[in-house]
């Protein structure tokens, strides 16, 4: 049975159905191919969507969205120009302090991306070209689902169940996130001296730097509000997220006054179509996963792979290795919906902690999220640069090695990723 509902996901995949529509053909073709009576998927797929927990997608998605068309960008340019903006290559540098600064509001790579490259691209291309410039916006709007808050990590928590607290996940992802902030900026210097780029900005000062501080003060403040507050207990991931709807409406409507009744439509209507997209692909990999456990695959996978290594590394290696082929041809979301609840059991039997295993599992789709031929960011970065896949490509690949350099440090150091979340108690 699972052969069958493998191999028909994989044939109506292929013929380019969409990846929810291909999971329940899967799953149809498990219940015919095993004599169960097809009423049984409806129940399976409405006890999958019908929980509280997954209720903080969209009203994180939402917070994301409103902050966006809030004005929160030009505050958060201007504060990283004033930081960086002197150095080589500084409007590089001002790209990925800026992809930081959206990342704590929006957790979505592909709406910084859009954010971030109708903002940067023109400028970033005036100086630096356009390949280049692309590049940089592409690797820096992939910090969305590494730094807090994610909404990559609460579709892992979700899937992965009671073992995974989303604020320990959230924790997890700002020290690797910080040293990814720093490692794009040396390679911003390193590929602007190659290149024979100088400075775009004014001179460093402090005076200049407080005052945008003081600017964006009301701003910032949104994930120490948000995060600080799932993190010390005051409320849940979900009411989380509605505060952050709150907090998004507040400052859109009342401090840059920015935020209109036409752009609350806009972003409630793309809220509408993500929670949607989502929804559908965990209904339906619900039900391709109910066939499977019917048919015992999660234990006979566990089996197998114990039979090949009882090493937790080399486990945890073997799944990268996996990753990083799914990521380069599925998309993230349907990567985390159909592959969690056969993996993150496995992870548990081998003794691995699971907010290291559920980082893990995030960063590395995160960087199939920047990789051809199924890369959704870069892709959005294409459209807006007018440029190919080939040509970003040339630029992207050291910003996606230093990525997978990052994932092999955190793979081989747990206390990168556990640091915080065990000073927290998680």
């Given at each position: 049975?699972s052969?069958?509902v493998m191999?028909?996901?994989?044939?109506?995949?292929?013929?380019?159905?969409p990846?929810?529509?291909a999971?329940?053909?899967?799953?149809?073709?498990g219940?015919l191919?095993?004599?169960?009576?097809?009423?049984?998927?409806?129940?399976?797929m409405?006890?999958?969507?019908?929980?509280?927990?997954?209720?903080?997608?969209?009203f994180f998605?939402?917070?994301?969205?409103?902050?966006?068309?809030?004005?929160?960008?030009?505050r958060i340019?201007s504060?990283?120009?004033?930081?960086v903006?002197?150095?080589?290559?500084?409007?590089?540098?001002?790209?990925v302090?800026?992809?930081?600064?959206?990342s704590t509001?929006s957790?979505?790579?592909v709406a910084?991306?859009?954010?971030?490259?109708?903002t940067?691209q023109?400028?970033?291309?005036?100086?630096?070209?356009r390949?280049?410039?692309?590049?940089v916006?592409?690797a820096?709007?992939?910090?969305?689902?590494i730094?807090?808050?994610s909404?990559?990590?609460i579709?892992?928590?979700?899937?992965?169940?009671s073992s995974v607290?989303?604020?320990?996940?959230?924790?997890?992802?700002?020290?690797?996130?910080?040293?990814?902030?720093?490692?794009?900026l040396?390679?911003?210097?390193v590929?602007?001296?190659?290149?024979?780029l100088?400075?775009t900005?004014?001179a460093?000062?402090?005076?200049?730097?407080?005052?945008?501080?003081r600017?964006s003060?009301?701003?910032?403040?949104m994930p120490v509000?948000?995060?600080?507050?799932?993190?010390g207990?005051?409320f849940?991931?979900?009411?989380g997220?509605?505060?952050?709807?709150?907090?998004a409406?507040?400052?859109g409507?009342?401090?840059?006054r920015?935020?209109?009744?036409h752009?609350?439509?806009?972003?409630?209507?793309?809220?509408v179509?993500?929670?949607?997209?989502?929804?559908?692909m965990?209904?339906?990999?619900?039900?391709?996963?109910?066939?499977l456990?019917i048919?015992?695959f999660?234990q006979q996978?566990?089996t197998?792979?114990k039979g090949?290594?009882?090493?937790p590394?080399v486990?945890?290696?073997?799944?990268?290795?996996?990753?990083?082929?799914v990521?380069?041809f599925?998309e993230?979301?349907?990567?985390?919906?159909?592959?969690?609840p056969?993996?993150?059991?496995?992870?548990?039997e081998?003794g691995?902690d699971?907010?290291?295993?559920?980082?893990?599992f995030?960063?590395n789709?995160?960087?199939?999220?920047?990789?051809?031929?199924?890369?959704?960011?870069l892709f959005v970065?294409?459209?807006?640069?007018r440029?190919?896949?080939?040509?970003?490509?040339?630029?992207?690949?050291?910003?996606v090695?230093?990525?997978?350099?990052?994932?092999?440090v955190?793979?081989?150091?747990?206390?990168?990723v556990?640091?915080?979340?065990?000073?927290a108690g998680?």
């Open positions: 049975m052969l069958t191999a028909v996901f994989i044939v109506a995949a292929l013929l380019g159905a990846l929810a529509w999971l329940g053909f899967g799953a149809v073709a219940v191919a095993s004599g169960f009576d097809l009423n049984v998927l409806p129940s399976r409405m006890n999958a969507v019908n929980a509280f927990p997954l209720m903080s997608i969209p998605v939402l917070a994301g969205e409103l902050m966006m068309r809030a004005g929160i960008m030009e340019i504060l990283a120009n004033a930081c903006g002197q150095v080589r290559g500084g409007l590089a540098h001002v790209t302090l800026a992809g930081m600064g959206l509001v957790g979505a790579a910084d991306a859009s954010a971030l490259g109708a940067m023109k400028p970033l291309e005036q100086h630096y070209g390949g280049f410039s692309a590049a916006i592409a820096s709007a992939n910090l969305g689902p730094i807090p808050p909404g990559a990590m579709v892992y928590a979700f899937m992965a169940g607290s989303v604020g320990g996940l959230f924790l997890a992802g700002v020290v690797p996130g910080l040293m990814l902030v720093a490692i794009m040396v390679m911003c210097s590929m602007a001296r190659r290149l024979g100088g400075p900005g004014q460093f000062a402090w005076g200049a730097v407080l005052a945008e501080i600017r003060f009301i701003v910032l403040m509000i948000v995060i600080g507050g799932i993190v207990g005051a849940t991931a979900t009411e997220s509605a505060v952050a709807v709150v907090y409406l507040a400052v409507f009342l401090v840059t920015q935020l209109t009744w752009g609350l439509v806009e972003a409630i209507g793309a809220t179509v993500t929670t949607a997209v989502v929804g559908a965990i209904a339906f990999a619900s039900a391709v996963t109910y066939m456990t048919d015992l999660p996978l566990a197998w792979l090949i290594t009882q090493d590394l486990f945890t290696l073997m799944v990268a290795l996996v990753l990083v082929v990521g380069c599925l993230s979301n349907a990567a985390y919906i159909m592959l969690v056969l993996l993150h059991p496995i992870a548990l081998y691995i699971p907010l290291h295993f559920g980082f893990l995030v960063l789709l995160v960087i199939g999220m920047l990789t051809p031929p199924v890369g959704v960011v970065v294409c459209g807006i640069a440029i190919g896949v080939g040509e970003i490509s040339r630029h992207i690949w050291p910003f090695a230093a990525m997978y350099a990052l994932l092999l955190c793979m081989l150091v747990p206390e990168i556990l640091f915080l979340p065990r000073l998680y």
